[in-house]
């Protein structure tokens, strides 16, 4: 007779495992389940089945030690000089205490602490150069203060077969939950301060940050509280304003070029010259009479095709001036030790090319007539348009004059030029009411002038003396043919 026999057996298996969990890490453990095996004629035979969880941690266990790196702080600032640290080594420092104040080319910055723990190592000292990307502290995290979360495994849910002595009962357990992916929430130190005190998690803003890479910004937090608060009832005194929709505006990105050439130069020479101390006088001119000169011969001297502006004549005036005061057309040695008189009066003009500041000059002024001096200068004012100015054109100078005036302005704080111990700027011609030798109103064409001198060897009284009698030779042109040589 076929007997059927039908056994069934159960046995569990239990291990005991030792479980170390670093911060961030996943550990991946066999749990042991038991299950019934049914054999029908045959010998029963055990069988053992392994399920796999993954267990991970989000937060960082207590004694954890961090890195507090500095933070790109905006401006395209890439480095900047510790100025004062507010915390030493074992130090307990929270969230938002201040741990330094940096100091960038632009501006004084205050480093808030983004952690609860205690300072463990300082990586610079006062005055030290610290780059953005590269840590300031060592922070030891106290129990329970977290990290920015890293995303851990998704796990699949599992059904867990559990038996109790003979009797059989089978429990279902569902996973604790699902570890979602999460993100580095970023915010200012100030935003973040602003969700703690209503008790926002900024976790629950990710991908609404309205800022630059889904950067929170206050304004997101203050529409996240608006919105999280009941509605108010409204009243006939008080009326809910409507919120601004904000418009995003394209902006084009920063150009970045580099300093070449003539920029490049005026770098060097401004950088060198303004170690000088400069001294300043202005004064008022009027040019009524050469306004009508000028009118006067205009013609006679384009038929001779040479273009004839005011800047002749304030060239060869100031030439015929630095006859009477020779200091003016000099320079001085590196130390300051002596003075070298120019003989030659190579006066420079300033002038506004594609390509940056040129002030090429005219050599040997004193011997050359108006005419010949505006001849050169419609020369050197064409290579400079062209980009053609020779070495030559560009050294030598002794006396510069910038005529700022043919762009706009009335006054202007020159800066003279290397080797050079005095400059002017000529401002813009204007028609204004002046008073006339009889108390009558008249209508006269001013111009104002701005000089700078070599205060360390150029005095205050000298410069003036020079001025007026350069001012005598403009208001009076009739009076500078009588000093022509």
């Not at 950088?271 to 001119?285: A, M, Q, S």
Request: net charge neutral; aromatic share 6%; with cysteine.
């Amino acid at each position: 007779m076929l007997r059927t026999i039908v056994r069934q057996t159960t046995r569990t298996i239990s291990r005991t495992r030792k479980l170390t969990i670093n911060t961030g890490s996943c550990v991946t453990l066999p749990i042991l389940t038991k299950r019934p095996m049914l054999a029908v004629g045959q010998p029963t035979h055990r069988h053992r089945q392994y399920q796999y969880r993954c267990i991970s941690n989000t937060r960082p266990v207590s004694g954890e030690v961090v890195q507090f790196t500095l933070s790109d702080i905006g401006e395209g600032i890439r480095e900047v000089n510790v100025k004062e640290w507010y915390i030493k080594v074992g130090d307990v420092v929270k969230q938002f205490d201040s741990i330094c104040e940096v100091q960038s080319d632009k501006a004084s910055v205050t480093i808030t602490s983004r952690y609860d723990g205690v300072i463990t190592k300082m990586y610079h000292e006062v005055d030290d150069i610290a780059l953005v990307g590269n840590p300031l502290v060592d922070i030891e995290l106290e129990e329970g203060a977290s990290v920015s979360p890293t995303s851990g495994t998704q796990e699949d849910h599992h059904d867990i077969e559990v038996a109790s002595g003979d009797e059989h009962s089978v429990q279902t357990m569902e996973t604790i939950g699902r570890q979602s992916e999460s993100h580095k929430v970023l915010a200012t130190p100030a935003v973040r301060r602003l969700a703690m005190e209503h008790n926002i998690n900024l976790n629950q803003l990710i991908g609404f940050g309205s800022g630059r890479e889904g950067r929170v910004l206050k304004e997101d937090v203050l529409n996240y509280i608006n919105k999280t608060l009941p509605p108010e009832t409204p009243t006939p005194m008080s009326i809910q304003p409507a919120l601004e929709k904000k418009v995003d505006i394209a902006v084009e990105q920063d150009r970045v070029e580099p300093i070449r050439g003539i920029r490049k130069a005026m770098v060097k020479s401004m950088t060198e010259v303004l170690k000088v101390p400069h001294f300043g006088y202005c004064d008022e001119i009027d040019v009524t009479s050469l306004v009508d000169l000028r009118s006067k011969v205009k013609e006679v001297v384009q038929q001779k095709g040479i273009k004839f502006s005011f800047m002749p004549v304030f060239i060869k005036a100031a030439s015929v001036a630095l006859l009477q005061y020779p200091i003016l057309n000099s320079s001085v040695d590196s130390t300051c030790q002596n003075i070298t008189y120019k003989q030659s009066h190579n006066i420079g003009f300033a002038m506004d090319t594609t390509q940056g500041l040129v002030v090429p000059n005219i050599k040997n002024v004193q011997t050359l007539s108006v005419f010949q001096v505006a001849a050169e200068l419609n020369r050197l004012m064409m290579q400079g348009v062209e980009g053609k100015l020779s070495h030559e054109d560009l050294t030598g100078g002794t006396f510069s004059l910038s005529n700022i005036g043919s762009i706009g302005g009335t006054y202007a704080k020159p800066v003279l030029m290397p080797r050079e111990v005095a400059i002017g700027a000529l401002g813009k011609i204007q028609i204004l009411p002046r008073f006339d030798s009889n108390d009558r109103v008249v209508k006269a064409h001013v111009m104002n002038i701005s000089w700078a001198a070599d205060h360390r060897i150029i005095d205050g009284a000298t410069m003036c003396r020079f001025s007026n009698l350069w001012k005598m030779y403009i208001e009076n042109p009739a009076s500078l043919v009588l000093d022509l040589k």
